[in-house]
């Protein structure tokens, strides 16, 4: 009995050391408290719709927004967050807003949605928009697009759909950007059954192509739960005809190999956008 109660009181302080840890690395990373703690519970809720267990880090809030550049003049840019979360990316892309830019920001998950609700009520250059990405139908596309969605937790069917709607919602000459963890494909796949592996390497698959596609560049962050790699995409961007296909190849922490392909033969990509009128601008 004494023996048992000793294992229990060690679970529980290593339970506690360990929640604490994790609170307190969320908040150096510039989450605060409250909202590291509501989004871990919206991940126990739904692991698949919120796909990762703490918010982003600074850093790679940052890293994700690099690409972003406000507009300049009476000029306004219009941005899009997809997946913003408790908006940890948001405060970084807020901060980079011109004064006539604006911010749309696009979250599913409604508690979360709340919390981004609450917190910009008094910004009139962000709109929150609580609703899937795949329903979103704005009046114009847009200067750039940040992703949060977690690809890795969601079918490849879906995954397919995101990315096809988002590149008709970005300008030809727009940015993406979106995040992937490192590694964890690699791990996620060991323990996935054979038809849910299947699937899996259709996201890898298809988040290769739209690098091969459109691909510009990557960045590592390491100071994030966990690590990550943010991709940088333009629909502009030339096809590397001579490229290989890297639909071979498993997970998305292949950044090395990636961003050296993207040098490879050059071929300009073409073709209107449907979803808008010509006099939108896509
Ligand atoms: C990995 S979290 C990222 C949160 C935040 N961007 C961050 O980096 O801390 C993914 C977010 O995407 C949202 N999400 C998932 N599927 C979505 C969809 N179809 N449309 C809009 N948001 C979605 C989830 O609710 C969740 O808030």
Known sequence: MRI??????????????FAGLYVAV???GGSSFV??????????DDPNLVGAVAPSSRLLGEALVAKVVPGIGGVGKRFLEVGPGSGAVTECLVAKLGPNDSLDLVELDPHL???LREKYKNHPQVTLHQLSITDWR????????????PFNALASSFVEQIWAHVLLLTKSEGVISYFSYLWLPRIKKLFLSKHKRRDFKKIQNHLAEQYRLYGVGTQRVLPNVPPAIVFYLQRSQQIRASAPNLSVEWGMSEDTKLAARHCNGEQSVTGSNPFFNASSGA
């Open 113 to 115: 949605a709340q919390i």
């Open 4 to 17: 048992i109660k000793k294992i229990l009181a060690i679970g529980c302080l290593a339970a506690a050391l």
């Open 138 to 149: 704005p009046g114009e596309p847009y200067d750039a697009v940040v992703m949060g969605i």
């Open 26 to 28: 969320c908040v150096v």
């Open 35 to 44: 909202e590291t703690v509501i989004f871990l519970g919206r991940f126990i």
